[in-house]
């Protein structure tokens, strides 16, 4: 008995140092840089670009971390707010219910909503008002703007989502959009889009890739030159937000995203730059 | 009479046939289309590298050592737990109001949907405890998950202890609690084994419940209080976020690999435990 | 003398110990009893705030999901309906073709095929559910928007066949269990009867396996009803009422996983109450599955 006994306390000794010891020696590299760790919550579309700045950030501060994790603007906002978070991300404005509880914004990037459509469809642009009849029901086949004779499939995001918000808002169709495939995600939407011929979605500019086809928009290209100069008008603000004025670790982790090797990931990841 | 009878007959084998041959179809389409897609995928670099997308490295080492962890956890929770709660439902408690009671809610905790230990892991571990999105949170949750079945499996073996050991143990003059652990235990240790095994696959499988306790944080989790994806939701983010098909298989692939290997352990315990049931009860 | 009192010493220590070590037992059995209360408190504490502030007629009849607009609705019924559906389809393919494979399985299988397919239905019940998904995904969505040439794939059938796909292992072990466990003489007792082989397995077997594979239907039930990752990955998820098989549709644990993680305020607190709602059904399912399992002796996995 005595010898079992041992050995399981024993084992769960070891377990609990090979634990422990794992991340000794992963946190032990380089001393002489300073070191930060922060935790970054919120919008699917921000943590794109989130991800890879804080990879870079890593790679600047060796031994630092930086944990970007999804859930989306609310929960971005939310985990500001109660603190559990050093960072927010938002991929929409505060609400008039968010504002007022010491959350300051950063505004580290600027995204369009690029309006996509499967790459085998004909149509390359539409007006602003063919986008509202499409997304609101109003048009059900691509036929009736000289595309295919195909049903049309919507494919938006789900209640909350910033993205949404920020679509619905510039494009007057609030509570109207129609919800034929409801995606999580951005990454979701595009590859539901992908997927099907018949669909259409939006999607954050900056994750537009070549298995989806942007929409001209009124003749303008949803490009970042025109997101910048505001020609393009589908967009909308990357917020990072913190609780009061950033704690150290985010103030380097800012610092870096508005430095000019930040802004520059920003840019080659197809957001539009702030500085 | 008679050839009613032979066409019922002929009927029902038809449809025994038929039924069987479909399962047997669904089999081969799931497992082929994953091995099939997903075997080309498998690379030593993929197994090996880090997940780092700017630095075009997509392995899936940190999934597989954060999968590990929180296994390791969970059954460090649950297993004594569980084996403990067994050995009371077996040896000590009067069948009553009691062991009812815990028998229905063992049976409840079997039937909760993952969605909702999710639930309750973000409401209790996350917020209420503020664990955070972390390997702990997500061990926590999983840990009341698996309990029933170590509780059920280690109950059933512990039951095929033969009873003249116990009672020999007991007239030498062993304690009951000597009993327990020198006689009981070692000979109900490949059921046991059994229960750690099954709970080890529900944990690799799980996503639903991880993805709001344990988190995505795609790196090796540097402690238990940082988050860390595990396979299974690596999959899961693979596939929504259209981020990758191929790695998506490739994963997918790695994960049907561990389910066999598991289930294969499995089984051979299943065969030793029933090997003894079946000796235990020659007598 | 010296060693008397040693003794005494070693046993109050043991005694102590044993003391220790059997409440330790009894402690750990009832943490389930322990974590279901806490679950059951958490949930309810809160989800149903919100779903009183809503109404809870309003809450579970409602027709309109629209949380995030100003006068947005919180109706769940959609959802409600969609996990009907979905379960109810895949008991319907689920069901005869596990309990005829259970058949061939247990009393018709030459040996070669029991040895591939047993191994093969442990196989399917220990994949992961997004593996399952991800086959959905890539190969059931597809096939069904082409097979039945639909603007789209994503739909209520695409769910209904990943579940069947996914019950079928429970509903198999199972029933393999409970036509084993039939007693000998019936089957002796009709075969000598002069019934046929087969009308033996469906007249005598079948019927007094009733109740150990009903509950092994009320476990893919469970089953059904419970996954999340595999259904929204082909279901659509649009929060509309399902309007036919081939609708896009939503299920209570897809507005949970998919919502959960953008919602505040009330709309958090709605997606907490439609877990209670998913709480209930398995807590009624539960109730079931014991009353049955006490009426005809218990069988389990």
């Known amino acids: ?275 | 009479m008679n050839r009613k009878n032979k066409s019922y007959d002929l009927i029902m084998k038809a449809l025994i046939w038929i039924f069987s041959a479909v399962t047997l179809v669904f089999f081969l389409l799931v497992t082929g289309f994953i091995i099939i897609k997903g075997a080309p995928q498998i690379s030593w670099s993929f197994l090996t590298d880090i997940y780092k997308v700017t630095a075009d490295k997509h392995g899936i080492l940190p999934m597989m050592v954060n999968t590990v962890y929180l296994i390791l956890i969970t059954l460090l929770i649950s297993v004594p737990v569980g084996i403990f709660a067994a050995i009371y439902l077996v040896e000590y408690a009067k069948p009553g109001k009691i062991v009812s009671v815990i028998r229905f809610t063992t049976e409840t905790l079997a039937g909760i949907p993952s969605i909702v230990y999710g639930l309750f892991g973000l409401i209790f571990f996350v917020s209420f405890l503020k664990l955070d999105w972390s390997i702990l949170s997500g061990a926590l949750t999983l840990s009341i998950m698996v309990l029933p079945v170590i509780i059920r499996t280690t109950e059933e073996s512990l039951k095929t202890v033969p009873r003249e050991y116990k009672e020999g143990s007991l007239a030498l003059g062993a304690t009951r609690l000597r009993t327990i652990f020198k006689i009981i235990l070692p000979n109900a240790i490949s059921g046991i084994l059994a229960a750690v095994i099954l709970s080890i696959g529900r944990i690799v499988g799980e996503t639903a419940a991880l993805l709001f306790t344990s988190g995505i944080v795609p790196k090796i989790a540097q402690s238990i209080f940082n988050s860390g994806r595990t396979m299974s939701l690596h999959l899961y983010l693979l596939v929504t976020e259209g981020i990758s098909t191929d790695e998506a298989y490739g994963t997918a692939f790695v994960l049907l690999v561990i389910v066999i290997v598991i289930n294969r352990l499995s089984a051979y315990l299943a065969g030793r435990l029933r090997k003894r049931l079946q000796g235990g009860s020659a007598e | 003398m010296s060693n008397a009192s040693e003794l005494k010493k070693f046993n109050k220590k043991t005694r102590i110990m044993t003391f220790l070590v059997e409440n330790l037992f009894m402690v750990c059995a009832f943490v389930s009893v322990l974590a279901v209360a806490i679950i059951t408190f958490f949930i309810f504490y809160s989800g149903l705030p919100g779903m009183i502030e809503i109404g809870i007629f309003d809450f579970i009849f409602g027709t309109d999901w629209s949380p995030v607009y100003a006068d947005g609705g919180f109706g769940i019924l959609p959802m409600i309906l969609g996990s009907i559906y979905a379960t109810a389809g895949a008991i319907i393919i689920g069901v005869p073709v596990g309990l005829f494979t259970a058949v061939m399985l247990s009393r018709i299988a030459p040996k070669w095929l029991s040895r591939i397919m047993r191994p093969a239905i442990e196989l399917l019940a220990g994949i992961p559910s997004v593996v399952y998904g991800f086959f959905g995904l890539m190969v059931i969505v597809p096939f069904v928007q082409k097979f039945f040439s639909l603007p789209m794939g994503q739909s209520l059938f695409s769910a209904i066949l990943i579940l069947s796909l996914m019950i079928l292992p429970t509903v198999i072990t199972i029933s393999i269990t409970s036509i084993n466990s039939v007693p000998r003489e019936y089957t002796e007792a009709s075969l000598a009867l002069g019934a046929t082989k087969i009308e033996t397995i469906f007249k005598v077997e079948i019927p007094a396996a009733k109740s150990g594979i009903l509950s092994g239907v009320i476990l893919g039930i469970g089953r059904a009803i419970g996954e999340t990752m595999a259904v929204i990955m082909v279901a659509g998820n649009s929060p509309y009422m399902p309007t036919g098989l081939f609708s896009s549709f939503r299920t209570l644990t897809g507005n949970i996983a998919i919502e959960m993680g953008y919602a505040s305020g009330l709309h958090r607190s709605a997606l907490f109450a439609t877990g209670v709602i998913l709480f209930v059904f398995i807590m009624i399912l539960n109730l079931v599955l014991m009353a049955i399992t006490r009426k005809g002796g218990a069988v389990r996995e």
């Open chain 1, 1 to 275: 008995m005595k010898f079992h006994k041992v050995l399981a306390i024993i084992m769960a000794a070891v377990l609990m140092i090979a634990l422990f010891a794992g991340c000794k020696k992963d946190n032990g590299t380089g001393e002489e840089t300073d070191t930060y760790k922060l935790s970054i919550i919120g919008s699917t579309s921000v943590q794109a670009i989130a991800g890879p700045l804080a990879e870079a950030f890593e790679d600047k501060y060796p031994g630092s971390s930086a944990e970007v994790q999804g859930g989306g603007s609310t929960v971005g906002v939310t985990q500001a707010t109660e603190g559990a978070a050093d960072i927010g991300m938002a991929s929409r404005n505060l609400k008039d219910s968010e504002q007022g509880k010491g959350l300051v914004e950063h505004k580290i990037a600027v995204d369009g909503i690029a309006i996509v459509v499967h790459p085998n469809n004909t149509l390359t642009s539409l007006t602003t008002e063919q986008v509202q009849n499409l997304f609101s029901g109003v048009i059900t086949n691509w036929s009736e703007l000289g595309g295919a004779d195909n049903p049309v499939v919507v494919v938006s995001r789900e209640e909350g989502s910033g993205t949404r918000g920020a679509f619905e808002e510039i494009l007057d169709l609030e509570d109207m959009v129609l919800q034929t495939i409801v995606s999580d995600s951005t990454g979701a939407v595009k590859a539901t889009v992908a997927g099907n011929e018949n669909a259409i979605g939006y999607i954050s500019a900056g994750s537009m890739d070549s298995s989806v086809k942007a929409m001209v928009i009124d003749g303008v290209e949803c490009t970042t030159a025109n997101i910048k100069s505001g020609v393009y008008t589908v967009s909308r603000p990357f917020l990072m937000l913190t609780l009061g004025e950033p704690n150290e670790n985010a103030k380097a982790f800012l610092d870096f995203v508005f430095s000019k090797e930040g802004q520059d990931i920003i840019e080659n990841e197809g957001y539009v730059r702030v500085d």
